[in-house]
């Protein structure tokens, strides 16, 4: 299986001039969680993702998002694949790059885009090909980064920003009340950007503790469960991770986790 057989080819297409804030309501109307930066040739130049944008929200200072460009915000340096890599290929690529990345970019040999491939793609294959191989249990992650749910939403940013994950576990003492996502915080930050003015003081979000921000209830899945019924979860309420819980917290289980299982089970033939 080549990567140019199962790449998504609609994607989003943003320019290194454009200005943060209307780069971020395409993302926002186009339900995409990234866009490829290209030059007017078409070449790759970055991505631009939500990510990148709420990783990035500390370092403004007072100035107004409107003064910043994608430039300000996107990445550089873009790990990427070719058409004709293997699927083995493009997934080694995954588990190498952060932990946080989900997708890589498809570039032809003249460094065009052509598609993009992500960890959802490969958890497609292993819903389809995987059954009672692995439990839960087998791929979760045992060390989940968690937070409690009276904390600031800016404790909560710095969480995800050491951690190098993409959501965090809300709570309340010991058990799990929420989660929060890269996603949850963007969409906080914009909500509280348009209210309270343009300009980005972390003044504005003083009242909002992640409580405020999180997902409550969130969908959960056993340890012992078969993997599989994980990824039907996530792929079909479009989500990239859920909680393991057995009465109490035991770990978390994402796209990355089930990458890795696939790679797992293909190594082993």
């Given at each position: 299986m080549l990567v140019k057989e199962f790449m998504r080819?609609?994607?989003?297409?943003?320019?290194?001039?454009?200005?943060v804030v209307t780069a971020g309501n395409?993302?926002?109307?186009?339900?995409?969680?990234?866009?490829?930066?290209?030059?007017?040739?078409?070449?790759?130049?970055?991505?631009?993702?939500?990510?990148?944008?709420?990783?990035s929200v500390k370092y403004l200072g007072g100035n107004p998002l409107a003064d910043f460009k994608v430039s300000d915000?996107?990445?550089?340096?873009?790990e990427t694949v070719k058409p004709d890599d293997t699927i083995m290929d493009a997934v080694e690529s995954l588990l190498e790059v952060p932990y946080r990345i989900d997708?890589?970019?498809?570039?032809?040999?003249?460094?065009?885009?052509?598609?993009?491939?992500?960890?959802?793609?490969?958890?497609?294959?292993?819903?389809?090909?995987?059954?009672?191989?692995?439990?839960?249990?087998d791929l979760m992650r045992y060390d989940p980064t968690c937070?409690?749910?009276?904390?600031?939403?800016?404790d909560v940013l710095i969480k995800l920003d050491t951690s190098s994950e993409?959501?965090?576990?809300?709570?309340?003492?010991?058990?799990?009340?929420?989660?929060?996502?890269?996603?949850?915080?963007?969409?906080?930050?914009?909500?509280?950007?348009?209210?309270?003015?343009?300009?980005?003081d972390w003044d504005i979000y003083a009242d909002i503790n992640a409580e405020h921000v999180m997902t409550r209830n969130p969908i959960t899945v056993g340890n012992k469960a078969d993997a599989n019924e994980a990824v039907t979860i996530m792929l079909d309420n479009k989500i990239g991770g859920v909680p393991v819980l057995n009465d109490i917290l035991n770990g978390v289980i994402s796209r990355?986790?089930?990458?890795?299982?696939?790679?797992?089970?293909?190594?082993?033939?």
């Open positions: 080819k609609d994607f989003l297409t943003v320019s290194p001039g454009e200005d395409r993302l926002l109307e186009k339900h995409t969680s990234c866009a490829v930066v290209e030059d007017s040739d078409g070449m790759l130049l970055g991505m631009l993702s939500k990510e990148g944008f709420v990783l915000f996107m990445e550089h340096n873009v997708r890589l970019p498809v570039v032809d040999e003249a460094g065009k885009v052509q598609g993009i491939l992500t960890k959802e793609n490969i958890m497609h294959f292993f819903r389809d090909e995987i059954h009672g191989k692995f439990k839960v249990k937070v409690y749910d009276y904390i600031p939403i800016r993409k959501r965090v576990l809300v709570l309340e003492g010991k058990k799990l009340v929420g989660i929060i996502t890269i996603l949850d915080l963007a969409m906080a930050f914009f909500k509280e950007r348009l209210e309270k003015g343009d300009v980005f990355t986790e089930i990458v890795k299982g696939y790679k797992i089970f293909c190594d082993q033939g």
